[in-house]
């Protein structure tokens, strides 16, 4: 202490040494202590897991892991040799390795679909990496349990079969708008970027009832932005991609917030029915205990359908374009089934349900399209306990995922897999849990039926219009995130006159 200080100097002095100990100690102590505990904690995962009887695979680079080799792979259509030199080089059923920052346990074949979409909210629940969760918020895809039990349930009074059926003849109607617009007149046409228009319009359509084609076009540029940071590391700073597609996300939350608005004053005041769209649905469709849904939770979901519900039947379409241009047998067949159907209408009556119910040889030919080219590649789930399976532990919290193509292309499930064949879809058709273009369990595609129905409305009246002939004969595909043809699937058309 210097000399010379009064004593009531030297008592503040003291007192500030003395707060400064006792500040030191509540600071530093504590995070002492959590540094300690954390290493603890991680020393203790680290020995806990060597002792574990992991699957085997390679986890790579810390943080980074297989992540890119697993990008390349998607970008060169290439995701079942990742897989399979992986089965095969550690265990056909599972193995491990690590992509976007976790490590990753992949299930393989019928029996690891399987286990995966039957143990739901047992030992496994749904995971997506996040930069989707970031992207979509508050949907459906971000919830668990009881509460994506109860969101799922809502969006299926819109999406399940009775309902869609009387929106078959607004489907029809678009479809021929589309033809008439974009296809008639011209000898050569681009499919890939076409089939945009045609699913993107079906859904605004549908979901939002906007019917003006700039809307529509604008809304559309700004997925195209909103779908590239899907996949990816999430960094949201200015230059990514991922920063790219959170502007666009917001920029679509904010046009659906303004339909909405408008919506919520025209049902008050009945200028809009309850049933005309989704949006009316979600707006006066209440759970059991009487619950709206909140109006940012509308939005997301909106959001989280416009995105799922189009780029992958976009992907189904312009395969099946790709098929029907290569194999005339099948293109015939096709023709033949959607000719027996409209030769017993009336000139110009749109699309009925039990039109669509005969048309099964298509839906089968538009099944294998599926086998073959899946348009999702797969999707993920989490450890919710610690289990094993296939006799390897499975540790809480690991990111398990399943990929749709494991089992599609399996000789012991589809004899000549790489040939087509729809009659492998006569009958019972493939065995449970090997055909898993949709998923399965009970976070299964909400949108199959929507799915189905609008690639059979456009496959009627495609086929009835025009054959076509691919200019490149064996056009590459890329999972960029869905599948798509990787130079845009060019064909020369000839109409023809049904
Ligand atoms: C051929 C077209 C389609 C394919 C191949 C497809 C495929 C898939 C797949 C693989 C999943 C993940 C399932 C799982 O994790 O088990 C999924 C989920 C989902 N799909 Fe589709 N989908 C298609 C069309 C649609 C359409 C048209 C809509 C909406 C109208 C839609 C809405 C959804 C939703 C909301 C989910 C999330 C379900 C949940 O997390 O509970 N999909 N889809």
């Given at each position: ?22 500040t030191n100690?509540?600071v530093v ?8 505990a ?7 995962r ?5 002792n ?16 890119f ?9 290439n ?6 030199e ?14 976007f920052?976790?490590?990753i ?53 819109f ?10 003849p607004k489907?029809?109607r678009?479809?021929?708008r ?41 809304l ?8 590239k940071?899907?996949?990816g ?8 991609r ?5 502007k ?6 904010k046009?659906i ?12 005041e ?25 109006e ?7 959001l ?17 374009m ?10 015939e ?7 027996e159907?409209?030769?017993v209408?009336?000139a110009?009556?749109?699309l ?9 040889y298509?839906?089968n030919v ?6 073959l ?19 390897y ?10 990929i749709?193509g ?25 065995t ?9 369990g009970?976070?299964m ?35 960029d ?8 699937l ?9």
């Amino acid at each position: 202490m210097p000399n010379g200080m009064h004593l009531q100097d030297k008592v503040k002095v003291l007192r500030a040494l003395y707060f400064m100990e006792v500040t030191n100690l509540v600071v530093v102590l504590p995070a002492v202590l959590a540094f300690f505990a954390l290493s603890l904690h991680l020393i203790n995962r680290m020995v806990r897991l060597r002792n574990l009887n992991l699957p085997p695979g390679r986890l790579g680079w810390p943080i980074v892991g297989e992540t890119f080799e697993f990008m390349r792979a998607m970008l060169e259509d290439n995701v079942l040799r990742f897989i399979q030199e992986r089965a095969e080089k550690y265990d056909s059923r599972v193995f491990k390795t690590s992509m976007f920052g976790d490590p990753i346990i992949v299930f393989c074949g019928p029996a690891g679909n399987k286990f995966l979409f039957s143990n739901e909210n047992k030992n496994v629940q749904v995971w997506w990496p996040s930069s989707v969760k970031k992207l979509l918020r508050l949907s459906l895809v971000t919830k668990v349990g009881d509460e994506a039990k109860m969101v799922r349930r809502l969006l299926m009074n819109f999406l399940n079969a009775e309902t869609l059926r009387n929106y078959l003849p607004k489907m029809d109607r678009i479809a021929q708008r589309h033809i008439d617009k974009h296809w008639k007149g011209k000898e050569q046409v681009f499919v890939y970027s076409i089939l945009k228009l045609y699913t993107f319009e079906l859904a605004c359509c549908l979901f939002l009832s906007i019917e003006d084609s700039d809307q529509i076009a604008k809304l559309s540029l700004k997925f195209d932005e909103f779908l590239k940071g899907m996949i990816g590391f999430p960094l949201n700073i200015p230059g990514t991609r991922f920063h790219r597609s959170m502007k666009a996300a917001d920029a679509i939350r904010k046009e659906i917030k303004i339909i909405l608005k408008k919506r919520k004053v025209d049902l008050e005041e009945k200028r809009a029915s309850p049933t005309q769209d989704l949006l009316s649905h979600m707006l006066v469709t209440s759970d059991p205990s009487g619950r709206f849904m909140p109006e940012m939770e509308i939005i997301d979901n909106i959001l989280l359908l416009l995105f799922a519900g189009h780029d992958t039947s976009r992907s189904v379409l312009s395969s099946l374009m790709k098929y029907l241009g290569q194999l005339p047998q099948v293109y015939e067949h096709v023709l033949k089934e959607q000719l027996e159907i409209s030769q017993v209408k009336e000139a110009g009556q749109l699309l009925q349900w039990e039109d669509v119910q005969k048309m099964k040889y298509s839906w089968n030919v538009a099944s294998e399209v599926m086998r073959l080219c899946p348009p999702v590649s797969g999707a993920y789930r989490e450890a919710t306990t610690d289990f094993t399976y296939a006799d390897y532990n499975i540790p809480k919290g690991w990111k398990l995922h399943w990929i749709t193509g494991s089992s599609h292309k399996d000789p012991t499930l589809f004899s000549n897999p790489e040939t087509f064949d729809a009659s492998r879809f006569e009958g019972a058709g493939p065995t449970p849990f090997s055909f898993v273009p949709f998923g399965g369990g009970p976070r299964m595609c909400l949108g199959q039926e929507f799915a189905r129905l609008e690639i059979l409305v456009f496959m009627h009246n495609i086929v009835k219009r025009f054959k076509w002939e691919l200019v490149i004969p064996d056009e590459k595909l890329k999972y960029d995130p869905m599948l798509e043809p990787v130079k845009g699937l060019g064909i020369r058309l000839q109409a023809s006159s049904y």
